[in-house]
């Protein structure tokens, strides 16, 4: 497939008034001004005249498939709240890719996210970066798996909880158990790493036994590759905890929601941590909320901290990432911050920047063409491509 005549948005060193881009096997493989262009034998081409190509779209916080459109229990998949510690659990074994707000996405020009569990567990499980078209079968549309593990704070697992008359129903209780498991995880760490070097030995001690939960969380201890931790945190409180558990125990982290982003933001920028927020597109629905603004992409931009906006679909519908950005610069973001919290920044968040993020050569041929502007709520997507094929092409 080759895309000519087209005003190309790279998210990258440069853009180009007037270019092409040529995608083959899945990546592009070519991209330039229109002057450098010469056409294949038999090769696809469509005109982009009066159009401009942008990266595929990436919601970095989300629940698509996890939660199945208009239906009840039997589509809801995403929390199991009957142990407040699941690290084991893997959303790529409750995705359903077959969900219409798969479609949905790709209409809108979505064609990657990362989604996953819930947030009713301190310990929820971990996620998968995949893209929203391309397959009926979840393996094949990922992109990492697992991609980070969930932990969630604050009034979720406390509501959960106390309907059980269990713990945790305090914000101590959950981080408690947060820091037990953790605990228990790099204790099985190291039991193993002592059984490997004196395996063979005269000193040789017993296996460990196994542990799938700690199992689960032996990644977030990798040097060299460790595994995302995402903790959700809405207030302020929430929000520190998260970083302090974090630095006790070495972890990666991002900081998901951030509603209390824009009263900490000077403190944040100390720290300059990853963080994903959204909705932007919602009501104050409960007391650990009081905060949520629009303008909270602006304060953090300020300070120089980078972020990318998320739906947390189904609480604001997939489609909508575009105008939850577009919400962004209503509240003083601005036009460019707001095409790289949904395109280049969630994937460098994500650890994926590799592959997708932007338009470059080498990388995953995911691009959408817009005849007008993408954060317009009068504009959609003319056609969306993901891995170099025809996703959706509209009407």
């Not at 469509?46 to 589509?75: Q, R, S, V």
């Not at 991609?147 to 945790?168: M, S, V």
């Not at 228990?184 to 196994?210: H, M």
């Not at 909705?279 to 303008?295: T, V």
Request: glycine share 8%; net charge negative; aromatic share 6%.
């Amino acid at each position: 497939m080759v895309i000519t005549n087209v005003k190309i948005i790279t998210m990258a060193q440069r853009d180009f008034d007037c270019g092409f881009v040529r995608c083959a096997d899945g990546v592009f493989t070519e991209i330039g001004e229109m002057s450098g262009f010469a056409p294949l034998p038999g090769e696809e081409c469509i005109d982009g005249k009066g159009l401009t190509l942008y990266p595929g779209f990436i919601d970095a916080h989300c629940h698509i498939g996890m939660w199945n459109d208009a239906l009840c229990f039997e589509g809801e998949d995403g929390n199991e709240d009957t142990d407040p510690s699941t690290p084991h659990l893997r959303a790529i074994d409750s995705v359903n890719p077959l969900d219409r707000c798969f479609s949905d996405a790709v209409s809108a020009g979505v064609t990657s996210v990362c989604t996953g569990v819930g947030s009713s567990n301190p310990i929820g499980g971990s996620f998968i970066i995949m893209k929203t078209w391309g397959s009926r079968r979840v393996d094949r549309l990922a992109v990492k798996s697992p991609a980070a593990i969930k932990f969630a704070l604050g009034e979720n697992p406390k509501n959960t909880y106390n309907d059980r008359d269990e713990a945790p129903v305090t914000r101590m209780a959950t981080a408690a158990i947060i820091r037990e498991q953790l605990t228990k995880a790099r204790r099985y760490r190291d039991d193993l790493a002592e059984y490997e070097r004196l395996k063979g030995t005269e000193d040789e001690i017993s296996q460990p036994d196994f542990d799938m939960k700690c199992e689960a969380l032996l990644p977030l201890f990798d040097k060299q590759h460790p595994l995302e931790a995402h903790f959700h945190c809405h207030r302020a409180d929430d929000i520190f905890t998260a970083m302090r558990i974090s630095e006790e125990f070495g972890l990666k982290y991002v900081l998901i929601h951030c509603t209390d982003g824009a009263v900490i933001a000077d403190d944040l920028a100390e720290d300059k941590p990853a963080i994903v927020l959204g909705p932007i597109f919602g009501d104050r629905g409960k007391p650990e909320l009081a905060n949520h603004d629009i303008s909270t992409p602006a304060e953090l931009s300020k300070r120089g901290l980078k972020f990318a906006i998320c739906t947390d679909h189904p609480e604001t519908p997939i489609q909508y990432l575009p105008l939850t950005a577009a919400l962004a610069v209503r509240g003083g973001l601005s036009h460019d911050e707001a095409l790289r919290a949904v395109t280049i920044n969630p994937a460098e968040i994500l650890g994926v920047a590799d592959r997708i993020g932007s338009v470059e050569v080498g990388k995953d041929a995911d691009f959408t063409l817009f005849s007008g502007d993408p954060l317009d709520i009068m504009t959609t997507p003319v056609l969306t491509v993901i891995g170099g094929k025809t996703a959706y092409s509209r009407p």
